[in-house]
């Protein structure tokens, strides 16, 4: 081998590489989409009840709450699963389990008492651990439901 013969190697060696990085940086992000079981993508279908009986359908259902770091600063959390009490534990019971849940003010600007029933049929009575709402698509627009005024949330 001749030394135009190594450079021209190296330099294809060079080109190839740089090729294949370039590609499997343009490519994580797309691959990294794609690496989720499902559930982070599941979109949850309910019909929501409020306390003055009006029926809502809500689609991509999500519970809400908002963090609050300082007096102007909130960090906004959407979450697809439930955080309730059951005595001094936080539970939190992931949408995919859920039949339906009734809610039950408990007065005095409490957090509002919860019914929990599972698709299998289990029912447990616990208290909502946070003060949130319920976020979902209607066919009118984005719809956000405070828990303390809704009455039953039904999946479908």
């Known amino acids: 081998?001749?030394?135009?013969?190594?450079t021209r190697t190296a330099r294809y060696a060079a080109h190839i590489g740089l090729?294949?990085?370039f590609m499997w940086l343009l490519?994580?992000?797309?691959?990294?989409q794609h690496k989720t079981d499902g559930k982070a993508d599941k979109v949850f279908h309910a019909s929501?009840?409020?306390?003055?009986g009006v029926e809502?359908?809500?689609k991509n259902v999500t519970f809400y709450w908002e963090e609050k770091i300082s007096e102007t600063a909130f960090v906004p959390h959407e979450l697809r699963e439930v955080p309730v009490k059951r005595g001094t534990a936080t539970v939190k019971i992931k949408f995919d389990s859920i039949k339906f849940i009734d809610l039950k003010p408990s007065g005095n600007a409490s957090l509002p008492n919860v019914s929990?029933?599972?698709?299998?049929g289990k029912t447990g009575d616990f208290?909502?651990?946070i003060a949130g709402s319920f976020k979902g698509?209607?066919?009118?627009?984005?719809?956000?439901?405070?828990a303390s005024e809704l009455k039953k949330l039904a999946f479908k």
Do not use: C, H
Not at 1 to 6: E, P, S, V
Not at 48 to 52: E, I, M, Y
Not at 137 to 146: I, K, M, N, R, T
């Open 127 to 129: 208290v909502l651990a």
């Open 1 to 6: 081998m001749n030394r135009w013969m190594i």
């Open 48 to 52: 929501a009840t409020d306390a003055k």
């Open 116 to 120: 929990i029933t599972l698709a299998d």
């Open 19 to 21: 090729v294949v990085t």
């Open 27 to 32: 490519g994580s992000p797309a691959w990294a």
């Open 56 to 58: 809502t359908d809500l």
């Open 137 to 146: 698509q209607s066919d009118f627009g984005e719809v956000e439901l405070a």
